[in-house]
């Protein structure tokens, strides 16, 4: 409310109470006395005022003009009023009206299946460890097939939300070629994958009217190294003599991550960290995320990955927390465009594929840089 509301100065002609008591028109005094009594006098709070001065001012209208009285004087004068009558005690318009009942305060939820979500992830990572450590090419498998699934998420969305038809099949494709290429030829043949993967993206979509050409080869450009570009450096990290405990720490690091950001950001968070994309995300998570990772790869830094000391774990829990939490809010960025809340519902208390790879796929290369940098390739 702005200032010039409170205190403006009342119309011409308005009767009603003021700072020093009930206006009143000049004129002999019956006939102000005639004229409160046949007409009505209207009420307003006046800036400054309250109830006491409401009061007040109305017992001077009762009283002689212009002439002090005490409050108590005017009412130890008044009649008593037999019970019933309007304003009197046992009035049942003139007792207070109790106060409403308050809603009990709604327990916090979390937002998804807990169970569920637990469920499926315990699955994954069972089949993700014993492919891991078993053999190590069925792993590869697992990737192509999230690949797979992840980019047939990715463009049925598209399609749907936006009727961008990026062709899924020289994607699908493509991207099963850079895995296996980035595990059996190291960083040159993946790089070789994702050039051929580009170029047949733009002639699939040549057998199609010439309407919209750029746009959908654009989204396909752009899924080809949103998702299986990414995910071979997962493929990248398992190619070294200790690829399966690299690989372990970049999913231990990031899960943990995930996890300590969720439940501190659940349990204490109160400052939001994006509101535009992700209201539910606050500081709080973040902090929770870094701490947690940071305890996470020193651990594993120290007694998982060869070569490895404590400190280095302690850069690397860091930079996965920060670069998890910048895959999830860039994919938060995609369904806040497309209108959707989640990418798909093939894994229960999850969402879809997309959905659990928005924080590996960022963090897979600066996973491998780092660990390249710190113990070398393997």
Known sequence: MSDSSW??????????????????SAGPAHQVGEAAQTRPMPTVPHAGGNQDDRDLGAARLSGPLFREEPDSANRSHQSPQPPGSPGS???PAARPSEPAPQPAPAKKSAGRDLRAAIGVGVGLGAVIVASLFVYKPAFIGVIALAVVVGLWELTSRLSERKEIRAP???LAVGGVAMVVAGYVRGAEGAWVAVALTALAVLVWRMTEPPENYLRDVTAGVFAAFYVPFLATFVALMLAADDGPQRVLTFLLLTVV????????????????????ISPGKSWEGLLGAVAFAMVAGALCMQYVVEDGVWWQGLLLGLSVAVSATLGDLGESMIKRDLGIKDMGNLLPGHGGIMDRLDSLLPTAPVVWLLLVIFVGAG
């Open 168 to 170: 899924l099949i020289p």
């Open 7 to 24: 205190g403006a100065p009342p119309r011409a002609g308005y009767w009603g109470p003021t700072d020093q008591g009930p206006a009143v």
């Open 257 to 276: 991550s995930d996890t300590g950001a969720y439940a501190v950001g659940w349990r204490f968070g109160k400052r939001r960290l994006a509101p535009r």
């Open 89 to 91: 005690p046992s009035d």
